[in-house]
């Protein structure tokens, strides 16, 4: 019998895994390696604040993060230290400075932990 699942269907670039998906309702995340993204695709979890719905350019979406990147890798946005109204500016899909201090300032005191900024069921 034929493998109907293709690598195609995970690649995050080309639509990766919506929330509905099974067995992983939110999608995939590729962690980067020295040599780029090329590192194991693991499950996306349900993020801190759990499924959202988005609005703005992100309308019609289920967000469970939004991710940045800077020199020290991928964090997400949507962190618990937002204040609502900047979680609603992150669903639209504006990221102001505060609130990227926020997610950098998080994300750092995850770090400092050993723990990863995106959340994860397992270790929260």
């Known amino acids: 019998m034929p493998n109907n699942f293709t690598t195609y269907a995970v690649i995050p670039s080309k639509g990766g895994l919506s929330y509905k998906d099974y067995p992983n309702p939110y999608g995939l995340r590729a962690y980067k390696t020295k040599n780029g993204y090329e590192g194991e695709m693991l499950p996306k979890s349900s993020g801190y604040l759990g499924p959202l719905q988005g609005t703005g350019i992100n309308k019609n979406q289920v967000m469970t993060e939004y991710s940045l990147t800077d020199e020290k890798g991928t964090y997400p946005s949507l962190v618990p ?38 959340y994860n069921e397992f270790n929260p």
Do not use: H, N, W, Y
């Open 81 to 118: 230290t937002l204040s609502p109204e900047e979680i609603k500016m992150v669903l639209s899909g504006q990221i102001t400075q505060a609130i990227d201090k926020k997610a950098k300032e998080f994300r750092d005191s995850r770090l400092e932990q050993g723990l990863s900024p995106f």
